[in-house]
């Protein structure tokens, strides 16, 4: 009986801990699977992004094919604005329309000259393009506001008060020649020998009138191939427009503007086709606006005469070697942020540079602080002055009296 009891009693032990050891093992499995289920979810999660960026992808990729599958647009020019909501227009191709537009577009684009873009089909507007210009135009120097005021220019009071009656009145007091009754003068001829101060006054009164500085080399408009000088000079001219009022310098301007001749090579022809440009973009049917012109140039001798007519340019401005007065004002501009010993005498200096132009001045100052930095000095001596002038001054006499003299250097 007891044998009995115990062997019951030990299958109930046996029976508990198998009881037991099947809740251990419960727990476990449930843990993991409660484990799997968050990473299961966390992957949902992660493959639902994924298939919206995927979807999104694709959408994109849609879209780029269906731009690949539109029809390519025929670029045309806008020749007159009709009163009734339509626009005549010069196709690329050759033939003229009358159509209409795309009413997203801004009216106030669509004026004649306008580059527009037109459907293949419907031949409506459907795009205004930016104004076609030379990747050498836009690349050109463009100054905003260029750093040069009246005050940096020593020596030609005379010259700077007529180049503002010239350009800088007419683009900030236009109401003064309405008031009187007459067109402002729209060209300015600056002529001189080199180092004058001709490109400066072009840039001061640019600082002055805030307005855009557009300086181009005449050179640079003589290209290779037929046509592409004009065009060039066209492009000069309607990005001044876009950036108006603007003022464009045109230096050494006897390179495309010499007097024509009646026996010329096809090159010169080619110059000439691109100073007729010149003087049609100067003087033509279209408007400038609010665009100045300032050449400048040292042979005013050999300048075409139609170039030099009223109406094209009406000031001829003449920017002189400077007097000594002139290079004593040059030279305190100058010397103005210069470490100057006490002794340096500005007068002395200007009185026997005689003869030197305000580019000349300018290298004196500078050859003078060389000296002093060559012997580490921190202050620029009289000294130092007198070696430069010798350098510089010196240096062109000898040049002038060997080219008058009829010698030949290697």
């Known amino acids: 009986m007891e044998n009995s009891s115990n062997t019951a009693l030990k299958k109930i032990e046996d029976l508990k801990k198998e009881i037991r050891i099947l809740k251990e093992e419960n727990t476990k499995t449930k843990r993991n699977l409660m484990w799997k289920l968050r990473k299961l979810e966390k992957d949902k999660v992660l493959i639902e992004n994924e298939k919206i960026r995927l979807d999104r992808e694709v959408k994109s990729l849609r879209g780029e094919v269906e731009r690949f599958r539109s029809p390519p647009l025929v670029i045309a020019t806008i020749t007159e604005v009709l009163e009734d909501g339509r626009i005549a227009v010069k196709s690329s191709t050759g033939p ?24 293949q089909q419907t031949f409506s507007i459907v795009d205004v393009l930016p104004s076609e210009k030379d990747p050498i135009v836009t690349g050109m120097e463009v100054d905003e506001k260029p750093d040069v005021s009246y005050e940096k220019i020593g020596g030609l009071t005379e010259q700077v008060l007529e180049v503002k009656e010239t350009v800088e009145l007419p683009l900030k007091k236009p109401e003064l020649f309405e008031n009187i009754g007459i067109e402002p003068p729209k060209g300015v001829l600056l002529y001189g020998p080199p180092g004058t101060g001709k490109t400066l006054l072009g840039k001061a009164v640019a600082h002055e009138t805030n307005a855009t500085f557009i300086k181009i080399v005449a050179s640079e408009f003589v290209k290779k191939y037929i046509g592409e000088g004009a065009r060039l000079v066209r492009g000069v001219f309607e990005l001044a427009k876009e950036k108006a009022p603007s003022i464009i310098f045109i230096d050494e301007i006897d390179a495309i503007a010499a007097k024509r001749l009646k026996s ?75 470490s100057l010993d006490d002794d340096v005498d500005k007068e002395l200096i ?30 620029v001596t009289m000294n130092d002055f007198m070696d430069a002038v010798d350098k510089i001054v010196g240096m062109e006499s000898e040049e002038e009296f060997k080219k008058e003299s009829g010698v030949m250097f290697g």
Not at 357 to 375: H, L, N, P, Q, Y
């Open 96 to 119: 003229h329309f009358v159509i209409g537009y795309s009413r997203f577009l801004d009216e106030d684009l669509l004026e004649p000259g306008a580059r527009v873009a037109l459907n």
């Open 264 to 338: 010329s090579t096809s090159g010169d022809r080619e110059v000439q086709r691109t100073l007729m440009q010149l003087l049609a973009e100067m003087d033509g049917f279209e408007a400038r606006g609010n665009v100045g012109i300032v050449a400048a140039t040292n042979r005013p001798d050999i300048l075409d005469p139609a170039l030099l007519r009223p109406g094209r340019f009406d000031r001829f401005i003449e920017v002189p070697i400077p007097n000594e007065e002139g290079r004593l004002e040059i030279l305190k501009i100058h010397t103005k942020t210069m």
């Open 350 to 379: 200007a009185s026997i540079t005689e003869g030197a132009s305000g580019a000349d001045v300018k290298a004196i100052c500078t050859e003078a602080g060389m000296f002093a930095i060559r012997e580490e000095r921190e202050i």
